[in-house]
């Protein structure tokens, strides 16, 4: 691997991480707002999820073929990015609560937020961000180790 192999991936690395800890805000955002039935919009609040994309549209089997040195001009790759942060489409949970200023009927909606589901994605996210962190930190020592082949 070169010089600027290494940087690449510590490039990689930090996308991956920054990409990972939005998803963490987004996730905490949810969590935050599984009881609001009213926001600025209007309506409960929509459950929202982060898209991610590799960085250049390339595939899986494009940066193996590159690092395996098996494409000629085939580009680095350089991680990944946030594509957007969308709304979950699914239907609100109707609960009957005539309590609710919200109500309608004696029944409210609800936010389309299923607080196992968050956790589950929470624990993913968190383990993505900790492999990240641990593929920096590999990459950072081989760097160094590099540096001081020389002395």
Not at 13 to 24: E, I
Not at 60 to 69: E, H, N, V
Not at 115 to 121: G, K, L, N
């Amino acid at each position: 691997m070169t010089m600027a192999g290494f940087i690449d991936s510590l490039g990689i690395s930090a996308s991956g991480l920054t990409a990972q800890r939005l998803r963490m805000d987004v996730i905490a955002s949810n969590i935050a707002n599984a009881q609001t039935t009213r926001t600025p919009e209007g309506g409960p609040y929509r459950r929202r999820v982060v898209e991610l994309e590799p960085v250049e549209g390339q595939t899986f089997a494009d940066a193996l073929a590159g690092a395996m040195g098996q494409a000629g001009d085939a580009p680095s790759g350089a991680g990944v990015r946030v594509a957007g942060i969308v709304t979950d489409p699914s239907p609100f949970p109707v609960v009957y609560d005539p309590s609710n200023p919200d109500a309608v009927g004696g029944y409210v909606q609800m936010p389309n937020v299923d607080i196992s589901t968050e956790m589950v994605d929470l624990v993913a996210a968190s383990r993505a961000y900790e492999a990240n962190v641990t593929a920096f930190n590999a990459g950072k020592q081989m760097l160094m180790d590099a540096l001081t082949i020389g002395r």
